[in-house]
């Protein structure tokens, strides 16, 4: 038997029942980040299906294009939008623009590398719209507005529309499908460089923010230490302003890492809340399949599916941890409670405000 077909298989049952308990807390608690990420893992779960069902009955073009348009291009953003508005009280904001300009310009030089010959004008269509939204993004945040993720999910909801129209309408070349020759993994071989493009446009934006944001998410609820100091308080001179969001990336990294051994003491001694273990395996579920869907951009898919299957595994486990995600634990779509979690205390600093240390303040 194909040792790929129970990778994905399982793959995609996980994270189909990922999707209904997430879907189920969203249905009762009617919050954005939840319904993100319960579309992204409907996502996940249909592309690793049409992995499975390639790998055992064979490719044709209807499980192929459903691949790509699901598994290769939404899955990545929709979770990253799910981060996005969790994180839409705080600074996040900055980190998520950033994400989006980076996108949008490595979506630019991949062209420039690869000479796509069927791309047309789309690299700077996407590099422009993604540094307009950018922009736009960064200046909601800067005014301390929770409205910034609403552009986010403008970006991501237009970028998975425009995906579905050209991936139902692309003429394929025979046999309408590609996989890589020594592994059996689906690749991108085939398709138009128009489309190709968005792969990096969403998976970009949503790794990093999905990433990162558990990062930053560990950082809010963690004892802090603040060995470098700067504020992101609009109210700031300008200069003041921007010399701080110059250095916050640096500020922040120090300070995260300065704040690690008291963490550590805080966890042993069961002051920490369950977020920050939640965020922890929430960010290395990011970060595998970002390395092995780079490696399979790159002609490498030995470790596709594996990566597939951890990542899966570990944001799973992570939003299980999560309260923000479980407040309580049932069945299903069912009024059966097995277990309700209590309530844990908000940090005094991750909101938005002035002087909060969300991504305002150090």
Known sequence: MDLRIPFTALTAILAFLFFLAVLDQWRTRRHAFQLAWALGMLWFSIGAACEAIGAAAGWNTTIYRTWYLTGAVCTAGWLGLGTAFLLGKTRFGYAFAFALFLAGLFTFLTQQRQQYPDAGSAPIIYFVAAGILAVAIAVETWFASPRWPRLAAFAVVGASLLALVLTATVALPPPGYAVDPATGVPTAAIMPGYLRLLTPFMNITGAFS?????????????????????????????DVFLFNLLISPVAFTVNFFASIPGAIRAAREGRMTSRVPATILIAIGAFIPAVTDSLNRFGSTQLYGLGKLLAVVFLFAGFLVSVDVFSEFRIPFTRIVLRRRPAEPQPDDAGPGPGSTGLATG
């Open 210 to 238: 999905l990433g990162f944001g558990a990062i930053f998410s560990v950082y809010v609820f963690m004892p802090k230490k603040r060995v470098l100091a700067y504020s992101l308080d609009p109210g700031q001179k300008g």
